[in-house]
């Protein structure tokens, strides 16, 4: 997958005018899931740093049970901590790891920052083993950054 590509694509979404923002992130994750083959279940969760959770936003995948997700459980709760992000090549090898569906082998979070705060993440699952690349992690930064704008 060429990201320098797909790039233009996430900002032409994101910049519309005539949709809401939870439509202009549903548009992104299918985006990302129809463009990278081993990018699964493409979704946002954001945090509710009161009440120390995240909650599910919008998403492509299979259906999942973690619509809320406290703060140190799991890959995307240890990056609402940790603000760091976080790939797990199997997560059969992790620890702290919620499992979503057996398919699931993989996983990548990149935090969501707005004007320095952890708002949220994105959240990639894969099927495969060890997919995800520097490349992975510097493009979903980029998509985060641009994010960030809507907010």
């Not at 032409?12 to 994750?29: A, H, M, N, P, T």
């Not at 995307?76 to 082998?105: E, H, L, M, R």
Request: glycine content about 6%; charged content about 20%; aromatic content about 12%.
């Amino acid at each position: 997958m060429n990201f320098d590509a797909l790039k233009p694509k996430v900002v032409e979404i994101l910049i519309r005018f005539d949709i809401s923002r939870d439509q202009k992130l549903q548009q992104l994750c299918q985006l990302l899931h129809d463009n990278v083959d081993y990018y699964n279940w493409v979704g946002f969760y954001f945090a509710n740093h009161e009440a120390q959770t995240l909650h599910l936003g919008p998403y492509v995948g299979a259906e999942t049970d973690h619509t809320v997700i406290p703060f140190g459980k799991g890959i995307c709760g240890q990056v609402a901590v940790s603000n760091k992000n976080f790939v797990v090549p199997d997560v059969a090898a992790q620890d702290n790891y919620i499992a979503c569906s057996f398919t699931v082998k993989s996983e990548i979070v990149v935090p969501l920052f707005v004007n320095g705060v952890n708002i949220g993440q994105i959240d990639i699952d894969s099927h495969v083993l060890d997919p995800f690349t520097k490349k992975d992690e510097k493009f979903l930064e980029f998509v985060n950054e641009e994010v960030a704008k809507l907010f």
